[in-house]
């Protein structure tokens, strides 16, 4: 599990280390665990490090100097570097080890466009200029840089014609620590290198995309509180699955109920009900109209149909909401399923029937647009836009109105209980943007719900339990997504043969985390 903090904690960590004296030592540690990612990564690219062509973007704090540090560090090794000095105070005692090992440097504000063309040409761009001290977009020149840099390598590939790799020292520039939100111009990372501990802007809104792949170097920082965001690994995963027991039998192994789909949008009951089933339930029951219930049957003769009423249903967990439309029977079970007191989703259409006062064990799973219309219903205004800025607080803020636990769909799904826990998954790949993938999502996470042990074997479970289950569904859902993706174009009605191959994976612990 990787833990995530605001900038604020780790600087917090980090001051008895500095009063003790130990900045430069803390410095070192940064700089070389930076220099060694670089290393390793143009090694995999070009073979050699010898020629290579370096910029380092350094700007006036101490991201600047584990920059120039770097840089000073891959001159050693026959990389020709250069340093865009973005400030004109940058870190005397880097900017001296930098030069010393033949580096050369240039001043951003007298060649704005020269220093954009130099990044462009180089193999590698390491982005220094601003860390946890930066405080909103990129300014002046530097936003000018970011501006130019971007469209000089935008519609370029990594095939022939090859944008350069770029790895963000500590976080990507322009990037807000702790939201993740990026107002301004900012930069775009392949690999983010960051210090410490991983901070919570990396994982969310539009920092997850710009900080491209993670990795946390241990500088030895004193003790952090709590942390503020989770992501789920391969072995979390893999512990989370259930796995059927000997003398399990279908009910127990868990029954889910699935009130979905329409005589208008009966696709959708068919996606989610194959993804339950790819995912492991013990069977499914689909309350719906017949002709959705015969079309299902035609591809999952083991779904159980009915046209029937919630309440006269066993299950352990619902699935209520995609394709329902403007189904009356369909809305009426969703309310039923939401004050049924069992774990349930409440997908898509169902989402618009949400009240306050729900449970933890309720699961909304709203992408941005319709997380405006709820908040709107609950009488808080957020535009589309600014959610999508800073998901990490609206996620939270409907959790804490709704009671319920929230999964808001993005690049970086945020799943928030609403004590608070909160995670961030990012597995996906842009193929899932499709029509009938938040059904598959559904389908997979109702699964988890009706299939949870810790539901039936303890009388309350943890707080945040539910918020982890919905993790679980996201990273698997991205995980199917990507696999499916390596051989073209991402239909969802594919993914359920793809669900079955990650579960498989994670069981026989296949699936090794890159980051
Ligand atoms: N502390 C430690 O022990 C360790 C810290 N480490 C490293 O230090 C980093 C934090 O360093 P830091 O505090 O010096 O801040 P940093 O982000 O480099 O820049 C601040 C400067 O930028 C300026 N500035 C601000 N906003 C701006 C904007 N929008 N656009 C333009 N300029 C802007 C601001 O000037 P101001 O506007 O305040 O006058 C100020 O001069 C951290 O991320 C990690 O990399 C590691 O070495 C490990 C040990
Ligand atoms: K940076």
Same mark, same amino acid.
């Given at each position: ?9 780790? @600087? ?20 070389? *665990? ?10 995999? @690219? ?15 704090g101490n991201n600047g100097g584990d920059a120039l540090y770097a840089g000073a560090r891959l001159a050693g090794r026959g990389a020709g570097i250069t340093a865009v000095l973005t400030s004109e105070a940058p870190h005397p005692e880097a900017l001296a080890a930098f030069r010393s090992r033949g580096g050369r440097t240039i001043q951003l504000s007298r060649a704005v466009a020269e220093c954009a063309r130099l990044c462009a040409e180089s193999d590698l761009v390491i982005d220094g200029i601003l860390g946890t001290g930066g405080k909103g977009g990129l300014r002046g020149p530097a936003a000018e840089l970011a501006r130019a840099f971007t469209g000089r390598i935008s519609g370029r590939t990594s095939g022939i014609d090859r944008r350069p790799l770029v790895i963000a020292c500590d976080l990507p520039s322009g990037v807000d620590a702790d939201t993740g939100q990026a107002d301004g111009e900012h930069f775009t990372a392949d690999l983010t290198v ?16 710009? !900080? ?6 241990? $500088? ?10 989770? @992501? ?61 219930? %015969? ?10 149909? !009915? ?23 369909? %809305?009426? @079970? ?6 049924? *007191? ?8 169902? $989402? ?34 600014? $959610? ?7 996620? %939270? ?101 793809? $669900? ?16």
């Amino acid at each position: 599990m990787i833990s995530a903090y605001p900038g604020a904690a780790v @600087r917090a960590a980090e001051k008895p280390l500095l009063d003790a004296g130990l900045g430069p030592a803390l410095m070192q540690r940064a700089a070389y *665990g930076l220099y060694a990612a670089c290393a390793r990564e143009v090694l995999a @690219r070009r073979g050699s490090l010898y020629g290579a062509h370096v910029t380092v973007l350094a700007g006036s704090g101490n991201n600047g100097g584990d920059a120039l540090y770097a840089g000073a560090r891959l001159a050693g090794r026959g990389a020709g570097i250069t340093a865009v000095l973005t400030s004109e105070a940058p870190h005397p005692e880097a900017l001296a080890a930098f030069r010393s090992r033949g580096g050369r440097t240039i001043q951003l504000s007298r060649a704005v466009a020269e220093c954009a063309r130099l990044c462009a040409e180089s193999d590698l761009v390491i982005d220094g200029i601003l860390g946890t001290g930066g405080k909103g977009g990129l300014r002046g020149p530097a936003a000018e840089l970011a501006r130019a840099f971007t469209g000089r390598i935008s519609g370029r590939t990594s095939g022939i014609d090859r944008r350069p790799l770029v790895i963000a020292c500590d976080l990507p520039s322009g990037v807000d620590a702790d939201t993740g939100q990026a107002d301004g111009e900012h930069f775009t990372a392949d690999l983010t290198v960051t210090f410490g501990a991983v901070k919570t802007g990396l994982m969310a809104g539009p920092g997850a995309v710009a !900080a491209g792949r993670i990795e946390c170097i241990d $500088i030895g920082l004193g003790s952090l509180p709590g942390p503020a965001l989770y @992501r789920l690994e391969s072995a979390d995963l893999a512990q989370l699955l259930p796995v059927p027991r000997k003398t399990d039998q279908k009910y127990s192994r868990g029954v889910l109920g699935i009130a979905a789909g329409s005589a208008t949008y009966p696709g959708a009951a068919v996606l989610a009900t194959g993804a339950a089933l790819a995912t492991g339930v013990g069977m499914v029951r689909y309350l719906g109209p017949e002709s959705v219930c %015969r079309l299902i049957n035609a591809s999952h003769p083991e779904a159980v149909c !009915a046209t029937g009423t919630v309440s006269l249903v066993h299950v352990q967990a619902w699935l209520a909401g995609p394709g329902a439309g403007a189904d009356e029977d369909q %809305r009426r @079970r969703a309310l039923e399923a939401m004050a049924s *007191g069992l774990p349930a989703v409440i997908d898509a259409d169902a $989402i618009s029937h949400v009240e306050p006062g729900l449970g933890p064990q309720v699961i909304l799973t709203p992408h941005a647009g319709e997380l405006t219309a709820l908040l709107g219903r609950l009488g808080e205004t957020a535009t589309r836009e600014q $959610i999508e800025a800073d998901p990490l607080r609206y996620a %939270r803020r409907a959790a804490e109105l709704t009671g319920a636990t929230v999964l808001l769909k993005g690049w970086a799904t945020i799943t928030a209980a609403p004590t608070g826990e909160t995670y961030s998954q990012a597995e996906a790949t842009p193929w899932l943007a499709a029509a009938g993938s938040g059904d598959t999502l559904s389908g997979i996470l109702g699964s988890l719900l009706a299939t949870d042990r810790s539901n039936r074997d303890t009388a309350s479970p943890a707080p945040g339990h539910y918020a982890e289950l919905a993790a679980a569904a996201t990273s698997i859902h991205g995980r199917a997504g990507t696999l499916t993706a390596q051989s073209g174009p991402v239909e969802p009605s594919m993914l359920p043969a793809a $669900i079955r191959t990650v579960i498989g994976e994670l069981k026989k612990g296949v699936v090794i985390d890159s980051v």
